[in-house]
């Protein structure tokens, strides 16, 4: 897995977890960061495990 792919699932699972924590607080667009952040991060990490190594 390369390392750059490693990076941008990571920051998207943060901003998910950000995203989670806002929408806890009662803000709207903390569920839309929350879904980008949850659905980015996973399809990212799935990307890098499945994809072969060049």
Do not use: D, E, R
Not at 6 to 29: D, K, P, Q, Y
Request: proline letters at 2%; charged letters at 5%.
């Amino acid at each position: 897995m390369s390392t750059k792919l490693l990076l941008s699932s990571i920051a998207l699972l943060l901003i998910g977890v950000m995203g989670v924590i806002a929408a806890v607080n009662g803000a709207v667009f903390g569920y839309v960061l929350w879904g980008i952040g949850l659905v980015g991060g996973i399809i990212l990490l799935l990307v890098g495990l499945f994809l072969p190594h060049k």
